[in-house]
């Protein structure tokens, strides 16, 4: 069986990763956001769960659950833990990541990973596809994201790294013929 051209998706805070992973997926491609990947283990892995109870104790739960409103608060506010808990969810998002990958069988599959060229993962795809917006774009989708922005990679660097980009700033309409024309372009070559 042939393996799907692998595409990683990524882009700023508030750039519309989101809307262009649906756009993909309305037209054909298989579609995984690492975003539901960690929801998904802060639900069902109980090694993860252990890692956070005996680093954060019981705080960090709600009615049996994940907190991720006290994670953020946590993680945001001490450079260290978010260093902590980068390292236990990015090898264990990175393991499903592959394995959904490897269980394709869509010409093309596309993995929402907001922190691509942060970790290093670019070297695992075919393709890369960037989604950005001017920051007051951004800004008023999500609020002030500069401050959380500082770590990251910047955007004229992601833009310049990826074999696709697109800015934006226009309609949904806008952005799904920009996914329509990347898919075209990736399926004939």
């Known amino acids: 069986m042939k393996r799907p051209l692998a595409v990683a998706l990524t882009g700023g805070i508030a750039a519309g990763k989101s809307e262009a992973l649906r756009a993909f997926a309305r037209h054909g491609a298989a579609v995984i956001s690492s ?4 929801h998904r283990l802060y639900r069902e892995d109980d090694g993860l769960r252990d890692a956070l109870r005996e680093r954060w ?12 409103t006290e994670i953020g608060r946590i ?5 260290a833990e978010l260093v902590w808990l980068e390292a236990e969810l990015h090898p264990r998002v990175r393991a499903a990541t592959e394995a959904w ?12 990973i907001p922190l691509l060229y942060e970790t290093g993962g670019e070297a695992r795809f075919d393709r890369v596809v960037v989604v950005t917006a001017p920051s007051g774009v ?9 401050e959380r922005e500082e770590r990251l990679v910047p955007e004229e660097e992601k833009v310049r790294r990826a074999d696709f980009a697109y800015v934006n700033d226009g309609s949904l309409e806008q952005l799904d013929a920009f996914v329509a024309g990347v898919l075209e372009e990736l399926r004939s070559s």
């Open 35 to 38: 975003d539901d990947v960690v």
């Open 138 to 146: 951004r800004e008023a989708r999500r609020g002030t994201v500069a």
């Open 75 to 79: 993680v945001f506010a001490d450079r």
């Open 57 to 68: 104790g019981h705080r960090i739960f709600r009615d049996g659950e994940v907190d991720r």
């Open 101 to 112: 990958l490897a269980a394709q069988t869509a010409d093309v599959a596309v993995a929402e």
